[in-house]
Each structure stands twice: as structure tokens, then as C-alpha cells.
């Protein structure tokens, strides 16, 4: 074998395993950074969250969601809102003037070693309920009940030092859950002059069959405006859990890096 052979060999060998190398290469997940890096910040402080909804339990409920997440995503050591609630009530201060107090906030920071504040609130909770008009499905008669909770919130936060905005995010979640009530009417029957029993929703209600266990009202749009559902309703109940997680996953998910990407100190997050 001559030399030129033996060089074409070796060359045409190179070619592959470049190619491979370079197709591997393509095919790697790029390394994405975070909306807004966490990290490189001492200790992270979450005020108690302000509730703007007819739900008293929601505020609580989101911030401890929202702490939850932040505390996963393992960027910065998260001071919890009732240790932050305690210590205000200790010196009498009030959270609502905190990004406009410079000594309150230099306070706060000291007390908790910590260079930056979450703040949020909750700003929307609805829930739906609806019954439908009896029909024929598949051959059995009965009716829908649909049921559907929204959920909105908003987060922000702080420089300790300077009380600047550093970031600010807002979402809505929902979760929904829809059962098909058969009704004690025969299926083969077009018009069934039963029917006409069934038009009073009182009696729909009595027939969701996956629902008897609450107490749900008698109701086709939307709930009470002043008694939460979800207080007498598991289904209800579920669907508030489900909607928090969908709103707040969200707004952290500013905070999660993709791609295997490396976290950088403060200011350089974006490298």
C-alpha cells in the first residue's frame, strides 16, 4: 500500500469522527439562563404576600407555594414570610411601607442577613360552576357539571439597599374538572316525558353522582361571592390546589436556568 492510499485512508477516517463529533455536537441542548439569576445573593426574605381577593386563605397559600418553588429551584437561602411577620410585629413596622422605608428595609436586611426581598400579592380568585341541559350521550341521558377555579398573582423583587425593582412577574392559572351525571332515564327514549322533572336544577344537583359528598349550591354560572366553594366542596378544593401551582410554577419558572447552563455570581447571570 503506498503512501497517498494510506494518507486518503487516514484522511477519509478524520472526515467521520469530525462529523460525528459535529453532529453530536448540533444535537446538545444550549445552555439557557434564567430570566433573573438568584444566584450570588446572599439570603433571599419573603414579605407576607397582600391578598386583593374575596379568598382570605389565598395570599397564604400562594406565598407558601411561591417560597416553596423558590426554595427547589436551591439558588439562594429563602427566610420564610412568618419568621419576616413575626420580627415586623416585634418592632411594631409595617410590611406595606418597606420598599419605600430605607431604614425598615436596611433593618430587615441586617436582622436577616439578606440582600433582597420577595414581595407579591394576590389579585384574582374566581370559581365556576356550571350545570348543562340534560342530553343524550353515547346512547344514556344525563347532563355535565362543570367546574373551573382561576387563580391570578403577581410577584416582585427588592434591592434591600436601594429598594429598587429588580423584577416583577404576574400569572393567571387554572384547573378544571367536568363529570358526565347520568340520569334514571332510558336511553332509547327521544323525547322522554321524564324529562321534564329533571328541568328543575334543584333535582340536577341532587344527581351529580360524583358529588355527593358536598355541598355544592344550586347554581348554573358563577358561585356565592362571599362563601369560597372550595370550603364545602373536595372537588373544589382540589382545583384551588391545582390552579395555585399553575399560577406560581409559572412566575418561577423566571428563575430556573435550562440546558445544563452554569450559574454565574450577580451580574453576570446572562454569560
Request: hydrophobic share 40%; glycine share 8%; proline share 6%.
Amino acid at each position: 500500500m503506498n503512501q497517498t492510499t494510506v494518507f486518503s485512508r487516514l484522511l477519509a477516517v478524520s472526515s467521520l469522527v469530525l462529523g460525528a463529533v459535529a453532529f453530536t455536537g448540533c444535537g446538545a441542548p444550549k445552555p439557557v439562563p434564567p430570566v433573573f439569576s438568584l444566584y450570588g445573593y446572599q439570603r433571599l426574605v419573603v414579605i407576607p404576600f397582600e391578598n386583593q381577593t374575596r379568598d382570605a386563605s389565598l395570599a397564604k397559600d400562594v406565598q407558601d407555594e411561591m417560597t416553596s418553588e423558590v426554595v427547589g429551584v436551591g439558588a439562594v437561602p429563602v427566610i420564610e414570610a412568618a419568621q419576616v411577620s413575626a420580627y415586623l410585629r416585634s418592632i411594631k413596622a409595617n410590611a406595606a411601607t418597606l420598599q419605600d422605608d430605607a431604614q425598615l428595609r436596611k433593618r430587615l436586611g441586617d436582622y436577616f442577613k439578606a440582600d433582597i426581598l420577595m414581595m407579591g400579592t394576590a389579585t384574582g380568585y374566581n370559581e365556576f360552576l356550571k350545570d348543562t341541559a340534560p342530553q343524550r350521550v353515547d346512547g344514556k341521558w344525563g347532563f355535565y357539571t362543570n367546574r373551573k377555579v382561576v387563580i391570578n398573582a403577581s410577584a416582585k423583587l427588592v434591592d434591600v439597599s436601594s429598594g429598587s425593582l429588580l423584577w416583577t412577574q404576574k400569572s393567571q392559572g387554572y384547573s378544571y374538572y367536568n363529570t358526565f351525571n347520568p340520569l334514571p332515564i332510558p336511553g332509547g327514549l327521544e323525547v322522554p316525558a321524564e324529562l321534564q322533572q329533571f328541568a328543575n336544577l334543584a333535582t340536577l344537583v341532587r344527581n351529580r353522582i360524583e358529588n355527593k359528598d358536598d355541598r355544592e349550591p344550586v347554581s348554573i354560572d358563577k358561585s356565592n361571592p362571599d362563601i369560597p366553594l372550595y370550603l364545602n366542596s373536595h372537588h373544589f378544593s382540589e382545583l384551588r390546589g391545582k390552579a395555585i401551582y399553575e399560577t406560581v410554577s409559572y412566575i418561577v419558572g423566571d428563575f430556573r436556568s435550562s440546558g445544563g447552563w452554569t450559574p454565574n455570581l450577580r451580574g453576570n447571570s446572562g454569560q
